[in-house]
């Protein structure tokens, strides 16, 4: 009996001696400003300690170390605390990770510790603590200029830094909102000025930290996240120096505007024209040709802009519809808009390039441009003017039709011109003989007639050629090639005119060799007929990519070396394909 009670006494001993290692904390959900003390606790006197990396936090204090150690009625305990103070850095699920100690030559570990960190909180004052009086001398707040506006009605965001009777040294933005549901633009605050104002009844002083333009894109509550910044204070106390100063104490305080949420109005559906693009503002619509007479082989350029004041970067243009007879490019977008506070202003368009095929008058249609106006809250609809463009040379539908069968008939040739009046004559006696019957006159008879062959042989090789609409389209697209490619060459300093000439030229270098219209240069087209022409499939595949790039690289930022290579690169491959394709 007495060796089985030895025995028991040994087991619990053996409890009593068991390690304990763990981490606690002062609360599992806060505030992104609030702190959390973090208490690793141990029973034994062990060596090593080494704390986890606290990632998403920010160690304000710490770590400050306790031990106490007691016999009561003949048992020892031992006890020893780190404890560590904690700002989180983000919101969201935290890991508080492992620490460990060794003891006995063997190593403890902690249980990892998960905290949720929620928006800011408004914490409670207390008066006896003079860090948290900080609090209510020190205001974050975001200025909403409009709670309710409609769907891309430009509102504006300004955050302000209230302060009262303490110093500021420095700040730093802890969690930075995202503005979702939002097209944004922050606008510079290019010094920042202290001016005096009215907060909550109370005279302070504050700081414009921070300016928004926001536009909102949807409907219904949206919510604006909070700013959250730490804020290096100097906070007088009562204590003095021996000079009769008053001591100043660093400290840094974490502050936010909180959540703010923003009713959007849809706009109305009574009205709504059936080409409205999203347009809200106040704008004038223009649709404007560089020329409408012009001869075959020359281009103009068709600008459709819009100019005022609105969401200028977030709806599309209206495109013009030309006859088959005209020939149009992709547009070239341009944007000269600025965003000061009170939202975009400015102009932005759209320049197509046109180029006839055939002689001819060629009407336009009138373009029509739909806008929500802010101001009387309905819709607006602008219409352009019809425009004519004037072909005055070149094939007629017609002609090409027939000149392509071979059945056209030779034209008539216009009489020689009269001789010019000679201003100095020539007196011969009556007595010399007769010109008439002379060999000059059988010559100048005769002359005519040998020249009518060589006018017809040249009226008809004109009329071939101007007949020839597929010749002379290569002919033109040729010329185009090198033109936008020397054009290229000019701007190769200007990044976007660069890639839009560099795509010119060789989307017309293609129409040349190729014989295709613009409609029909898809990718897999233009590849499929080029290698049935046996060009190298390695010069086929740089020729596709190189011209996906000149529409990515418009946008991407690219150094002044990569446009060099991609000129360079654009010359060999369109001498490489020159010569495969000849």
Request: aromatic fraction near 10%.
């Amino acid at each position: 009996m007495k060796r089985y009670l030895v025995f028991l006494l040994l087991s619990f001993q053996g409890l009593w001696a068991q390690v304990q290692f763990e981490a606690k904390v002062s609360k599992n959900t806060l505030g992104l400003n609030e702190r959390l003390q973090v208490d690793f606790f141990m029973n034994i006197d062990g060596d090593n300690f080494n704390e986890p990396s606290f990632e998403g936090f920010r160690v304000v204090a710490g770590p400050m170390q306790q031990v106490s150690q007691s016999w009561i009625n003949g048992k020892s305990s031992f006890e020893k605390i780190y404890t560590y103070y904690l700002i989180p850095n983000q919101k969201g699920s935290l890991v508080i990770k492992q620490a460990t100690i060794e003891y006995n030559g063997k190593v403890y570990k902690t249980n990892p510790v998960r905290v949720n960190v929620t928006n800011a909180i408004e914490q409670p004052r207390d008066p006896n603590d003079i860090s948290v009086s900080a609090d209510h001398n020190l205001y974050l707040v975001a200025d909403v200029s409009k709670s309710n506006p409609y769907i891309n009605e430009p509102i504006t965001l300004v955050y302000k830094l209230y302060f009262n009777n303490i110093g500021i040294t420095n700040s730093e933005e802890v969690n930075k909102p995202k503005y979702n549901d939002f097209w944004s633009q922050n606008i510079d605050v290019k010094q920042f000025v202290v001016e005096e104002g009215m907060f909550k009844g109370q005279n302070f002083r504050y700081i414009v930290l921070k300016k928004v333009v926001l536009y909102p894109q949807k409907s219904g509550k949206l919510t604006i996240e909070p700013l959250s910044l730490d804020i290096d204070v100097q906070l007088p106390t009562n204590r003095r120096n021996m000079f009769g100063q008053m001591l100043i104490k660093e400290d840094r305080k974490r502050v936010s505007t909180g959540a703010k949420t923003i009713s959007v109005k849809a706009l109305p559906e009574a009205g709504k024209p059936a080409d409205f693009s999203g347009a809200v503002g106040s704008f004038d619509f223009r649709v404007t040709p560089t020329k409408t007479s012009l001869k075959n082989g020359e281009s103009l350029d068709l600008v459709v802009s819009v100019a005022g004041k609105g969401n200028l970067k977030l709806f599309n243009l209206p495109k013009p519809e030309v006859p088959n007879a005209l020939e149009m490019y992709d547009a070239v977008h341009t944007e000269q808009v600025n965003t000061p506070l009170s939202g975009m202003t400015g102009k932005i368009s759209d320049s197509y390039t046109i180029i006839p095929q055939y002689k001819g008058d060629y009407p336009i249609k009138p373009l029509q441009f739909s806008y929500f106006d802010l101001k009387t809250g309905r819709y607006k609809t602008i219409s352009s003017q019809e425009i004519v463009v004037s072909v005055l040379d070149g094939p007629t539908p017609t002609d090409a039709v027939v000149a392509q069968s071979g059945s056209q008939k030779n034209a008539v040739v216009a009489n020689e011109q009269f001789k010019y009046i000679k201003l100095e004559t020539k007196l011969e006696p009556m007595a010399m003989k007769d010109f008439f019957g002379s060999k000059l006159f059988y010559s100048l008879l005769l002359i005519p007639f040998g020249l009518i062959p060589v006018i017809v042989l040249a009226k008809k090789k004109k009329e071939a050629i101007d007949g020839d609409v597929v010749g002379n389209r290569i002919k033109r697209n040729n010329r185009l090639a090198k033109k936008y490619l020397s054009e290229a060459k000019k701007q190769i300093n200007n990044k976007e005119p660069f890639y839009v000439a560099l795509e010119k030229a060789m989307h017309n270098f293609l129409k040349a060799k190729l014989h295709i219209e613009t409609s029909e240069m898809s990718k897999d087209n233009i590849k499929e007929i080029l290698l049935s022409k046996k060009a190298n499939p390695e010069a086929v595949n740089d020729f596709i990519t190189l011209t996906e790039n000149c529409e990515f690289a418009r946008y991407a930022p690219s150094s002044s070396a990569s446009i060099q290579k991609d000129y360079e690169k654009a010359v060999s491959i369109i001498s490489d394909l020159e010569k495969q394709l000849s």
